[in-house]
T-cell receptor, first 115, second 116 residues
Framework: QKEVEQDPGPLSVPEGAIVSLNCTYS??????FMWYRQYSRKGPELLMY????GNKEDGRFTAQVDKSSKYISLFIRDSQPSDSATYLC???????????????FGQGTILTVHP | KAGVTQTPRYLIKTRGQQVTLSCSPI?????VSWYQQTPGQGLQFLFE???????NKGNFPGRFSGRQFSNSRSEMNVSTLELGDSALYLC???????????????FGPGTRLTVL
């Protein structure tokens, strides 16, 4: 079983829709959670970075972390065609020992927003 | 502020050869992590360097190695290339703090390696 599970999709939505992307994880030591967006043939771009449980909002993006159920979500409001990309969730523990610099990623969800 | 840069962007090698990839982190970042991305396995952690020292290593064979220089630039080397080494190799830089905000990782565009 992978430490971070993510439905690869693909997910197709009309422009303006609310998009919900989800991941589950199994490592209870994860304290930091990230969402990255990756366009084709590009490197991942950091969208959201959260610590522990709770919500974080940045413009049209909202990240939620529920540590009790080991569930992380990213919501995209008023989705645009330019949001079409692969979305990757990741977790990490507090750095130390064998955890320095290591992010554990889900497989990524391919999102297409059509006009 | 300039982002993370990686060179070269594309490489074609044959089996048995070796390859060296380069990564220049964001100015002020002392930590560089390397990842391999393939369609089948996704993004997998290779190793992390901080102040010229390898602090962490993923589950890859010894053919994969790296180093970091005093200016925080990092190189990754793969010896005796195999077909399965074809992948996008990404580096990410961060402040490398033990905990807290400011530990986000910022990725470069990657080097696409094709092994024939």
């Amino acid at each position: 079983q992978k430490e971070v599970e993510q439905d690869p999709g693909p997910l197709s939505v009309p422009e303006g829709a609310i998009v919900s992307l989800n991941c589950t994880y199994s490592n209870s030591a994860f304290q930091y959670f990230m969402w990255y967006r990756q366009y084709s043939r590009k490197g991942p771009e950091l969208l959201m970075y959260t610590y522990s449980s709770g919500n974080k909002e940045d413009g049209r993006f909202t990240a939620q972390v529920d540590k009790s159920s080991k569930y992380i979500s990213l919501f995209i409001r008023d989705s645009q065609p330019s949001d079409s990309a692969t979305y990757l969730c990741a977790g990490s523990v507090i750095a130390g020992g064998t955890s320095y610099g290591k992010l554990t990623f889900g497989q990524g969800t391919i999102l297409t927003v059509h006009p | 502020k300039a982002g993370v840069t990686q060179t070269p962007r594309y490489l074609i090698k044959t089996r048995g050869q070796q390859v060296t990839l380069s990564c220049s982190p964001i100015s002020g970042h002392r930590s560089v992590s390397w990842y391999q991305q393939t369609p089948g396995q996704g993004l997998q952690f290779l190793f992390e360097y901080f102040s010229e020292t390898q602090r962490n290593k993923g589950n890859f064979p010894g053919r994969f190695s790296g180093r970091q220089f005093s200016n925080s630039r990092s190189e990754m080397n793969v010896s005796t290339l195999e077909l399965g080494d074809s992948a996008l190799y990404l580096c990410a830089s961060s402040l490398g703090l033990r905990r807290g905000s400011g530990n986000e990782q910022f990725f470069g565009p990657g080097t696409r390696l094709t092994v024939l």
